[in-house]
C-alpha cells in the first residue's frame, strides 16, 4: 500500500517569503500522479498543483511550484511570494495511474497535512 | 465551472434522527465520492459512485446510506448516528475513475455534530 508522508505539522512565513512544504511518499509503482490541495479555513479542498509521475519537468502554477524527486520519492511544494490569503492546511496526496495493475486508481491517499501560517 | 456545492452547511442532530446531505455538481463528472474529515486530520474515503453505481463502499457503517439518483447528485442519508460520526463531510466529483488524469474537484462540506 502506498504511504504519504508530511513531516511538518506547522510551519510559518513571512508575508512576501518563499516557503517549502515536505512531502515524501512510498510505492512500489512507477506511473502514478501527485498533488497539493489546499484547505482554507472556509474548508474546502482546492486544488494547488499537480504532478504526473512520467513527467521528469517540475509543475508550476504562478507562485506554487514543486520539486519531484522520483528516485528519492520526493514531492516538495515551494509557495514564492507568500500572501495572507495562502495561510491553510495543505495536503500531499498520491493516485495510481491504471497503467499499474492492481490497486485502486480512483483512491487518493493523503499525508497528514502541513498548517501554514502566514505572518503580517 | 469546477463548483462542487454541498447542503447544507452546518447540521446539528440527534442520535435518533434521520437526516440527509446533499451533493451537486454540473462538470458533467461521472464519479462521485463522499469523504469524511476529522478536525486537523486528513479526508478518509467513505464511498465512490461511477456512472451512478455504487462501486466502492470502504466499510462504513450501515447508519450512512449513499444514494446517487442522477449523474448531477450524490446524497449521503444519515441514521442512529453516534457523537463520534460528528465531523466534516466533504463530496467531492472527478470525470471517470477511469484511465485518465481524473482531478477530484471537492464542495465545501457540511460540519456534522451529532448530539
Known amino acids: 500500500a502506498q504511504t504519504v508522508t508530511q513531516s511538518q505539522p506547522e510551519m510559518s512565513v513571512q508575508e512576501a517569503e518563499t516557503v517549502t512544504l515536505s512531502c515524501t511518499y512510498d510505492t512500489s509503482e512507477s506511473d502514478y500522479y501527485l498533488f497539493w490541495y489546499k484547505q482554507p479555513p472556509s474548508r474546502q479542498m482546492i486544488l494547488v498543483i499537480r504532478?504526473?509521475?512520467?513527467?521528469?519537468q517540475n509543475a508550476t502554477e504562478n507562485r506554487f511550484s514543486v520539486n519531484f524527486q522520483k528516485a528519492a520519492k520526493s514531492f516538495s511544494l515551494k509557495i514564492s511570494d507568500s500572501q495572507l490569503g495562502d495561510a491553510a492546511m495543505y495536503f500531499c496526496?498520491?493516485?495510481?495511474?491504471?497503467?499499474?495493475?492492481?490497486?485502486?486508481?480512483?483512491?487518493?491517499?493523503f499525508g497528514k497535512g502541513t498548517l501554514l501560517t502566514v505572518n503580517p | 465551472d469546477t463548483e462542487v456545492t454541498q447542503t447544507p452547511k452546518h447540521l446539528v442532530m440527534g442520535m435518533t434522527n434521520k437526516k440527509s446531505l446533499k451533493c451537486e455538481q454540473h462538470m458533467g463528472h461521472r464519479a462521485m465520492y463522499w469523504y469524511k474529515q476529522k478536525a486537523k486530520k486528513p479526508p478518509e474515503l467513505m464511498f465512490v459512485y461511477s456512472y451512478e453505481k455504487l462501486s466502492i463502499n470502504e466499510s462504513v457503517p450501515s447508519r450512512f446510506s449513499p444514494e446517487c439518483p442522477n449523474s448531477s447528485l450524490l446524497n449521503l442519508h444519515l441514521h442512529a448516528l453516534q457523537p463520534e460520526d460528528s465531523a466534516l463531510y466533504l463530496c467531492?466529483?472527478?470525470?471517470?475513475?477511469?484511465?485518465?488524469?481524473?482531478?477530484?474537484?471537492f464542495g465545501a462540506g457540511t460540519r456534522l455534530s451529532v448530539l
Open positions: 467531492a466529483s472527478s470525470q471517470t475513475t477511469g484511465p485518465v488524469l481524473n482531478i477530484q474537484y
Open positions: 496526496a498520491y493516485r495510481s495511474a491504471p497503467r499499474d495493475r492492481g490497486g485502486s486508481n480512483y483512491k487518493l491517499t
Open positions: 504532478q504526473e509521475a512520467y513527467k521528469q
